[in-house]
T-cell receptor, first 110, second 115 residues
């Protein structure tokens, strides 16, 4: 099955700082890769995805590139905002299910 | 609006009691999932169902039961056998049919506490 190792948090940044959250995975086969975001007290929302090697997923200024050679899918944003404060989950996906990382808590200070 | 509705938002269980968490979706999705989230941790899969009248155990199924009698509904029962039920429970669904369609959509969650 799949497994994922995600950068431990919490991460605290000032507004407009650069963000990187590391994610590496192990998988049988060729998974799709996802980043989900969870705002306080809510369920998870899809942030971005990539389905094959070298694909770049992007949304709301966040980006992540599917790196098959390093089995990584690091999340980046050039300039974070206070509204980006949330928990971020990396998740490789097989045909039947997703495997979620432990989540990285991000707090952005004004 | 299409989406996943979980109810109730908050639930309290007495010792020895079974409680049922509701999950309804109007997305016409084939597959539905139940996850458990503990504070500061990721999601762990409890049960999933790829099609009506069929479901499989996930990683932590002990002490839980499910049914899938209708496509749009996937209720989760937390039984008295689950000795540590306090957690945030998330229901999800996806269209099914392989990698390209396995984006999961989540409900807002039910927070279960033990009295």
């Amino acid at each position: 099955g799949n497994s994922v190792t995600q950068m431990e948090g919490p991460v605290t940044l000032s507004e407009e700082a650069f963000l990187t959250i590391n994610c590496t995975y192990t998988a049988t086969g060729y998974p799709s890769l996802f980043w989900y975001v969870q705002y306080p007290g809510e369920g998870l929302q899809l942030l971005l995805k990539a389905t094959k090697a070298d694909d770049k997923g992007s949304n709301k200024g966040f980006e992540a590139t599917y790196r098959k050679e390093t089995t990584s899918f690091h999340l980046e944003k050039g300039s974070v905002q206070v509204s980006d404060s949330a928990v971020y989950f990396c998740a490789p996906g097989s045909a039947r299910q997703l495997t979620f990382g432990s989540g990285t808590q991000l707090t952005v200070l004004p | 609006d299409g989406g996943i509705t979980q109810s109730p938002k908050y639930l309290f269980r007495k010792e020895g009691q079974n409680v049922t968490l509701s999950c309804e979706q109007n997305l016409n999705h084939d597959a539905m999932y139940w996850y458990r989230q503990d504070p500061g941790q990721g999601l762990r899969l409890i049960y999933y169902s790829q099609i009506v009248n069929d479901f499989q155990k996930g990683d932590i199924a002990e002490g839980y039961s499910v049914s899938r009698e209708k496509k749009e509904s996937f209720p989760l029962t937390v039984t008295s056998a689950q000795k540590n039920p306090t957690a945030f429970y998330l229901c999800a669904s996806n269209q099914g049919g392989g990698l390209a369609k396995n984006i999961q959509y989540f409900g807002a969650g039910t927070r279960l506490s033990v009295l």
